[in-house]
Nanobody
Framework: QVKLVESGGGLVQVGGSLELSCVAS????????MGWFRQAPGKEREFVAA????????FYADSMQGRVTIFDDNAKNTIYLQMNGLKPEDTGVYYC???????????????????WGQGTQVTVSA
């Protein structure tokens, strides 16, 4: 099991930027990938972005394409989510999660992720 701790959320105006961080600690499996999800009040949790290694690939939700970048710092066991051009509809709790896979990485399916952080609140004011 991996412990995940997010940070970096906050209140930002429309068009602003935020960089979220997710630090992973504890036991890690040889094949795992990471994702960012968000959940707005009264809505289901939705996929934002994901990253895998070997091969190195990133994935983005269509609604976020061009506005977010997921990247990592292996030395710090940390992944990041850089968000630009924020909109009010980006408001929600952002979670990072880890998926352990042996074949296909189901990056969109939140049920495939085993470990989750506690979330960090992002609020975009109009």
């Amino acid at each position: 099991q991996v412990k995940l701790v997010e940070s970096g959320g906050g209140l930002v105006q429309v068009g602003g930027s935020l960089e979220l961080s997710c630090v992973a600690s504890g036991r890690t499996f040889s094949r795992y990938a990471m994702g960012w999800f968000r959940q707005a009040p009264g809505k289901e949790r939705e996929f934002v972005a994901a990253i895998m290694w070997r091969p190195d690939r990133t994935f983005y939700a269509d609604s976020m394409q061009g506005r977010v970048t997921i990247f990592d710092d292996n030395a710090k066991n940390t992944i990041y989510l850089q968000m630009n051009g924020l909109k009010p509809e980006d408001t929600g709790v952002y979670y990072c999660a880890a998926q352990y896979y042996s074949g296909t990485f189901y990056y969109i399916d939140d049920h495939k992720y085993a470990d989750w952080g506690q979330g960090t609140q992002v609020t975009v004011s109009a």
